[in-house]
C-alpha cells in the first residue's frame, strides 16, 4: 500500500539553525500539506500546496518557514533560523485531486528538537 | 482557535464492549468530517469520514455519527479490541478550505 514517507525521523539543531525536513507524498497525489504537533498538544496545519505554488498558510507558517518540491517526487519544508518554540513533530500530509473530500494521508513525521 | 473539541482526553473500555469517542465543533462551515487513529510515533491514519450531507456512516466495526444541530459528532467502535488502544483525532474541514482542523485528541485504552 502506498504511504508518505519522511527522512529524517528525528533532527536535533541548535538554535538560530536551519533544517530542512523531507516528505515524499504518495505518488499519484498532487495536494501536499504540512502540520506539527507540539508535544501535548493538538494537530497544526502549517501550510498547503498544489501547482508548485503554497495555496493556504496559517499564522504559524511565517517568513521563516519556506516550502519547496523540488523534483518531481519530495516535499520539502525548510525552517532558515530555528527557535526553541519549533521543537514539535511535523507530520506531512498529501491528498489526491480530483475530490471534493479532504482525506489526507500522513507520514509518520520528523520530531524536530532545537536546542 | 478551538474550532473542534474533544472534552474527554481518555477513555478506558473492556474488551468486547462500545467505545465512543466525542467531537463538538463550532464552525458551522465546516462540511466534511473526519477520524484519524494515531499510534506513539506514528503519523495520523485515515480512519472513517462523513460529509455533512449523511447522518451515519459505517465501516466494519466503525461507524461516525454526525448531529449537524448539535454541531457534534461520534465514533463508535464496536466490539473493541487491544489493537484499538491509541489515539484518536477527529479532524474537520470546508469543501473551501484545504487545511484540516483537529481535536485535541482523546486516548482510548481497551482493557483485555
Redesign the interface.
Known sequence: EPE?T?TPSHQVTQMGQEVILRCVPISNHL?F?W?RQILG?????LV?F?NNEI??K?EIFDDQFSVERPDGSNFTLKIRSTKLEDSAMY?C?SRTSGS??????????TRLTVL | DQQVKQNSPSLSVQEGRISILNCDYTNSMFDYFLWYKKYPAEGPTFLISISSIKDKNEDGRFTVFLNKSAKHLSLHIVPSQPGDSAVYFCAASDTGANNLFFGTGTRLTVIP
Not at chain 1, 498538544?41 to 496545519?45: D, I, N
Not at chain 1, 479532504?102 to 507520514?107: A, I, L, T
Open positions: 508518505v519522511q495536494y500539506y502540520y498538544q493538538k494537530v497544526e496545519f498547503s498544489y495555496s493556504e496559517s507530520f500530509a471534493s473530500y479532504n482525506e489526507q494521508f500522513f507520514g509518520p513525521g
